[in-house]
């Protein structure tokens, strides 16, 4: 049974497609991909994003990483995607977290780029592909985000497509080892139609 519980099932899940990139659930067999977008990335996503750990990009990390991913889509808690380009190199990911049901129908968006993609509208491009799948085929009310003030890039991102501000969320989130501030947006499913 040992040998059972280690194996990692590669999901299946949506396929979000536009001229220039394909968005698709994270598989085991992106690992190497994967760590090594992140190491050459790392100073620039650090500053951004919760501490990494000490074995961060180690393949057993990502393991764990897939088995969340995949709990969390058959749950309909969360969706995360990666992005590839036209030419199947990995951009980024993207992920609607704490899917909520109910009276709130809601998710958070969070999403990162790679050093070498940065600044080309790839982010741009991939979130908003998003929003059929967010506001049609989910049914969600309400994509939130949230991102430093500082980081003129996200903000830049979240406004070209169409998020609201909304305010400021005093030490919101812990980023790189220190409590933050951060803005909120938000963009609703009415706004989407409009």
């Known amino acids: 049974m040992a040998f059972l519980k280690n194996q990692v099932l590669e999901p299946t899940g949506p396929v979000i497609r536009t001229e220039r990139l394909m968005l698709r659930i994270p598989l085991m067999s992106d690992y190497a991909q ?33 088995r969340h991913y995949t709990r969390e889509l058959r749950d309909d808690l969360g969706y995360a995607f990666f992005i590839f380009d036209a030419d199947r190199a990995l951009v980024g990911g993207v992920t609607l977290a704490n899917v909520r049901r109910g009276v709130t129908q809601s998710a958070e968006l969070g999403y990162w780029t790679g050093i070498p993609y940065a600044s080309r509208g790839h982010m741009t491009a991939a979130v908003r592909s998003l929003f059929p799948y ?6 969600l009310h309400r994509l939130a985000a949230a991102c430093l003030p500082s980081n003129r890039p996200s903000i830049r991102v979240l406004e070209k497509c169409g998020f609201q501000y909304e305010g400021l969320a005093r030490q919101y989130l812990k980023i790189n080892g ?3 501030d951060h803005l909120l947006f938000a963009r609703l499913d009415s706004d989407a139609k409009g």
């Open 34 to 66: 994967w760590a090594s977008l992140r190491a050459m990335s790392r100073n620039h996503l650090t500053p951004w994003e919760p501490q990494w750990t000490a074995d961060e990009l180690t393949r057993s990390a990502y393991r764990r990483r897939i």
């Open 178 to 180: 220190v409590w933050q």
């Open 134 to 139: 967010v506001f049609d085929s989910l049914r």
